[in-house]
Every structure is written in C-alpha cells, then in structure tokens.
C-alpha cells in the first residue's frame, strides 16, 4: 500500500518524486527580461541552432597535431633566447632548445590541409573543418586557462559559455536540459566549467557521468499517474501562489522545472538507450553492444541529445588514460589522441550523414599549447604554451575546408591573424546568431557579457 505523504513539505517532495533533480538539471525557458534580443532569441539569422563543444582536458600539442612546422624539425636542438618572462624566470629555463615535432603530417581532403598520424580518422573530415592556427590565451595554469576558455574569466567564476547560450536561445525540448555535460570526472576548475554563476540556476549545466546510470535518480518511485495528478494540484498551488508575484522570475522558473524533472524521466533513459542503434554505427564511434563508457560512448550520446534538442552538449576528455598534459613523455598524446580519433570523426560524419551537421555547430579545443621547446633538446616532453595552439570549427555557418591564421616558423607564437579565447567566444555566438556585444546580463550594478570587454568575430572561418 502506497504512503499518502502528510504535510506540505510531504507533498512537495512527493510531487516529483523519483526526480529529485537539482536545478542545474532544468533549463526550459526562453531568456526571461533578455530584451536585447530580437523575437525568436536571436540577434540575427544563423545556420546554427545548437553545439556540440569537445573540450581535451590538459593542453594537446599544436606542432604534432594541427600545425605542422618543417623548420622545427630543420633547427631541432639550436638554441633560442628565453627573452619572456613566464621563460626566463622558471628554474631550469635559463637555456631552452628546440625540440622537433614527433610525428609526421600528410595533406588530407581536396582542402589539402595537414594532419598529423595521431588523427587519421579526424583527418578525413578536415573538408568539413576550419582549423584556427593562431589561437592564443591569457593565462598558462590549467586552472585558469580551463576556465578562461569556458567562461572568458580566468580568474573569477563566471557563466560558462553553455550557460549563455541557453540563456539567451532557450530550449527545443522541455523535456531535457538545454545544456549537458558530458565527462566521467571533472577537469580543472571544476563545475566552475559549466556554472550558471549570476545567470538563472536552470542554465547551469546538467552533469552525465557515463555508466549504467548516467543521470542519478531518474528513475520514478511513484506510479505515473499518481505523480501526474501530484504535479498537477502543486501547479494549481503554485499558479494561486504566482498570480501575486508575477515578476518573479525564479518562482516560474522554478514552477516549470517541475515539469522538466517530470518529462526527464522518460526523456533522460530514451535518450542514453542506444540499444536501437544499429551495430555499423556502434562500430563507427568505437563502442560494443551494451557498452556504457568511454569516449566513443559520450559522442554517440551527443548526437541523441542534439538530435532531441538540447541546445549546448560539452564532451570532457578526461578518460581513464590521464590527460593531454605531456610534461614527461609526448608519447602519452598516442593512446589519448587513439581515444578520440575515431569517435570524434564518426560524429562529425553521423551528424553529416543525418542532415544535423548543417545546422549544428562542432567545436574542438583545448586550453592552451605545449611548448615547442625545452630545457634540452631530447626532453621527452613538452611544458605549457598559452602563446599558440590550434582549435578547429565544423558544421553550420562554418567557412569548411579551411586554415585561419598562423604562427611564427617554429610555432612560438600566433604571427597571422591571431585568434584570442575572447574572439573564439565572440565567433561562437556569431554563429549561433548572438551578438557577444549586445548579449548581456545585469549584475551587481554592470552589465557583464561573455567577451567581457574584448573580442572580435573572426570572419575569416565564416561561410
């Protein structure tokens, strides 16, 4: 025999129960008071409507993956000058030698662009890339380069770039967050990665670890019938409660996340359920008939949450195998760079495949470089490099087929058309139709945006 709960607090509780989902699992409603915005959420029309953010947790190489330097390999082991600071003052740096890319690179597609051998599978889709060269950044710490590249801060918590697009877009699907996480543990900074901060609880990112239970508590403990009828004499409570504070934001909001946490639970299983996919396509992203982990898995999960309409989906790396920080070895980049490769090439060619891939935005990157250099020049590894690295862009509104930008002749610095995070950032919501300028949200007596008080578009990876 069921328990009717007794008391207020008893009947709340009751109303979702099986739920019990935080706020950073409800994001559903349009920006509420964004006036900025034109009808329909955007500033302008865009090809994209959502994104798919894979995010290599620890710095991967620009010269051995996306940026193939022959004059480093030509002046392996001379000598240069540790003419900056974040150099010359670090014991240990007082010499610095160069040190010769590690594996080979090859023109792929009628694009031609060079890859190195540690992506050939991502290599095949390089007609459908823009790859920036010129990126740079402003901090070389793990924590606060991982955090600049989320949020445009790195030194304070701010919304993450997922939560201002799904503020400022709203949701397709109210039944789903509108912005999920995806990582089988955190990265530097945390859940500072993809915090709301001052913007509204519900847009702060959903947290999917993989595993046979990838939302914990999902599962109903009630009848969905009863619940039905919990939920719907709460939300006639509510509405009573409503009608005298109809300013009040957070109460709708919060009245709505009811019925989020209440769509999830059948929405949440279909959607990590793959048993319908077909085995070519399991094979395609790597994976095994009723596996529940690993890279390939997050990918395929991406595609089923874009396909039902969350708007902003991240992949972490943060795998079983460490991260892309190679201070000791290089040679750590060859099962971590083996991981993704073929996982993140088969969504690229799934979403194509679908049709997805013309209104869906893929965006790969890391927090900053490695070194081109090092104390000696049979150094194994390589130290952090926040003066250049490589990021690539796919998919609507994408210039595809392309490289944008440079760096000098031995990848020290972006030379030619340098890219800030900033500008990254100002691109992105361009392509989703977002000016990064006038997308903003008042807090504590300013309005904060993004790009903060910085950033361009960078036309030059734009269709």
């Known amino acids: 025999m069921v328990q009717v709960p007794t008391g207020r607090r008893g009947f709340c509780r009751s109303a979702v129960a099986g739920s019990s989902l935080m ?33 290599m947790t620890g710095g991967v190489s620009h010269v051995d993956t996306f940026d193939p330097k022959p004059a480093l390999t030509r002046d392996h082991g001379l000598e240069i000058k540790a003419d900056h600071p974040e150099i010359k003052d670090r014991p240990g740096y007082e010499r610095i030698y160069l040190k010769k890319p590690q594996w080979e690179f090859s023109q792929y597609g009628e694009s031609g662009t060079p890859v190195s051998t540690l992506f050939p599978h991502v290599a095949e889709c390089v007609d459908d890339m823009a790859v920036i060269r010129s990126m740079h950044t402003s901090h070389s710490n793990h924590y606060n380069a991982t955090l600049g590249m989320h949020t445009g801060s ?17 949701t397709e699907n109210r039944n789903l967050p509108g912005f999920v996480v995806i990582a089988p543990r955190q990265t530097y900074a945390g859940t500072q990665v993809y915090a709301s901060d001052f913007l509204p609880a519900r847009n702060q990112g959903t947290l999917v670890v993989p595993g046979a239970e990838p939302v914990a508590n999902v599962t109903p403990r009630t009848a969905a019938g009863r ?16 009608k005298q504070r109809e300013g009040d934001a957070l109460l709708r909001a919060r009245m709505e996340s009811f019925e989020t946490a209440y769509g999830m639970q059948t929405s949440v299983p279909d959607a990590f359920d793959f048993s319908s ?12 008939p009723g596996q529940t982990t690993g890279f390939g898995w997050q990918c395929l999960a991406a595609r089923r949450l874009v396909e039902r309409g969350v708007r902003f989906v991240e992949l972490i790396d943060t795998g079983s195998s460490g991260n892309w920080d190679a ?33 869906t935005l893929v ?44 760096t000098d002749e031995h990848g020290l610095r972006a030379e030619e058309n340098p890219v800030h995070v900033h500008d990254f950032h100002a691109t992105i ?23 903060d008080v910085h950033g361009s578009v960078v036309p030059g990876v734009l269709a």
């Open 23 to 55: 706020s950073g699992l409800i994001q559903q409603l349009a920006a509420d008071g964004n006036s900025s915005l034109q009808d329909g959420g955007v500033h302008f029309p865009a090809k994209a409507k959502r994104v798919i953010f894979l995010f």
């Open 154 to 170: 790195f030194a304070f918590s701010r919304p993450s770039l997922g939560s201002w697009l799904t503020w400022g877009l709203g």
């Open 227 to 242: 619940q039905r009828s919990e939920l719907d004499a709460l939300a006639a409570i509510n509405r009573l409660h409503l």
């Open 277 to 288: 996919e077909t085995e070519a396509t399991l094979s395609g992203y790597n994976l095994q």
């Open 327 to 359: 201070h000791g070895d290089m040679m750590t980049h060859v099962p971590l760079a083996k991981n993704v490769d073929q996982p993140i090439a088969m969504l690229l060619k799934d979403l194509k495949q679908r049709g997805l891939l013309q209104d």
């Open 363 to 406: 965006v790969w990157t890391t927090e900053f470089g490695r070194t081109p250099f090092n104390n000696t020049a049979d150094a194994p590894g390589r130290e952090h490099h926040p003066w250049a690295f490589s990021s690539w862009l796919a998919g609507a509104g994408v210039r595809s087929g392309t490289v944008y930008g440079a």
């Open 429 to 451: 919501l361009h392509l989703m139709g977002l000016d990064h300028e006038r997308l903003t949200f008042r807090h504590a007596g300013r309005d904060y945006r993004l790009t």
